[in-house]
């Protein structure tokens, strides 16, 4: 079974300050970890994936994640905060079992952006 | 290339009605999953199609159901209605040597009252 837990249901930054969304994961085997960053009344759009090459993943609007096994964990990273990035972000997980690749979601983080 | 559609954007059904959405898959993708959002929750997971038949369900009961045309398209069907029922239903496609990753639809809106 698979599990993600998304630390802080609600994050509020400044713009130009640095975002952190963390994520924590749970799988039986090596995981392929994703961010997908949904605004309101969207559906989800794909932020960045880690499918076991690099551990630095980068991302489309100057996000990274890094994937660090030891800590089970797939935090998202941003240097500076736009106006823009204020949406509600979802770390998923899928993994190789069975012959389908579901994605099991976290509960979701809300960013704020503060001008 | 065309992106993942879904239809209708909306639509409010009455409790015990039976409902229909629809999805056609982004050009070159052979995998449909739906998805369940419920408000203020992430995604669950429903079931996935390919080559026409089911592969993999999560858990969700048998008045859930779901069917995949020759073309890719899917569609979700919802028998006896619950207002439980009512949430945010996402589409998503992908190609079958890279199913896991998965590009979504903007979804349909139901509201069960």
Same mark, same amino acid.
Not at chain 1, 80 to 108: I, P, Q, R, W
């Given at each position: 079974?698979?599990?993600?837990?998304?630390?802080?249901?609600? %994050?509020? %930054?400044?713009?130009?300050?640095?975002?952190?969304?963390?994520?924590?994961?749970?799988?039986?085997?090596?995981?392929?970890?994703?961010?997908?960053?949904?605004?309101?009344?969207?559906?989800?759009?794909?932020?960045?994936?880690?499918?076991?090459?690099?551990?630095?993943?980068?991302?489309?609007?100057?996000?990274?994640?890094?994937?660090?096994?030891?800590?089970?964990?797939?935090?998202?990273?941003?240097?500076?905060?736009?106006?823009?990035?204020?949406?509600?972000?979802?770390?998923?997980?899928?993994?190789?079992?069975?012959?389908?690749?579901?994605?099991?979601?976290?509960?979701?983080?809300?960013?704020? %952006?503060?001008? | 290339?065309? =992106?993942?559609?879904? /239809? +209708?954007?909306?639509?409010?059904?009455?409790?015990?009605?039976?409902?229909?959405?629809?999805? !056609? !898959?982004? /050009?070159?993708?052979?995998?449909? /999953?739906?998805?369940?959002?419920?408000?203020?929750? =992430?995604?669950?997971?429903?079931?996935?199609?390919?080559? *026409?038949?089911?592969?993999?369900?999560?858990?969700? +009961?048998?008045?859930?159901?779901?069917?995949?045309? +020759?073309?890719?398209?899917? *569609?979700?069907?919802?028998? @006896?209605?619950?207002?439980?029922?009512?949430?945010?239903?996402?589409? @998503? /496609?992908? @190609?079958?040597?890279?199913?896991? *990753?998965?590009?979504?639809? +903007?979804?349909?809106?139901?509201?069960?009252?």
């Amino acid at each position: 079974a698979q599990s993600v837990t998304q630390l802080g249901s609600h %994050v509020s %930054v400044s713009e130009g300050a640095l975002v952190l969304l963390r994520c924590n994961y749970s799988s039986s085997v090596p995981p392929y970890l994703f961010w997908y960053v949904q605004y309101p009344n969207q559906g989800l759009q794909l932020l960045l994936k880690y499918t076991s090459a690099a551990t630095l993943v980068k991302g489309i609007n100057g996000f990274e994640a890094e994937f660090k096994k030891s800590e089970t964990s797939f935090h998202l990273t941003k240097p500076s905060a736009h106006m823009s990035d204020a949406a509600e972000y979802f770390c998923a997980v899928s993994d190789s079992g069975g012959s389908n690749y579901k994605l099991t979601f976290g509960k979701g983080t809300l960013l704020t %952006v503060n001008p | 290339e065309t =992106g993942v559609t879904q /239809s +209708p954007t909306h639509l409010i059904k009455t409790r015990g009605q039976q409902v229909t959405l629809r999805c !056609s !898959s982004q /050009s070159g993708h052979n995998t449909v /999953s739906w998805y369940q959002q419920a408000l203020g929750q =992430g995604p669950q997971f429903i079931f996935q199609y390919y080559r *026409e038949e089911e592969n993999g369900r999560g858990n969700f +009961p048998p008045r859930f159901s779901g069917l995949q045309f +020759p073309n890719y398209s899917s *569609e979700l069907n919802v028998n @006896a209605l619950e207002l439980d029922d009512s949430a945010l239903y996402l589409c @998503a /496609s992908s @190609a079958r040597d890279r199913v896991y *990753e998965q590009y979504f639809g +903007p979804g349909t809106r139901l509201t069960v009252t």
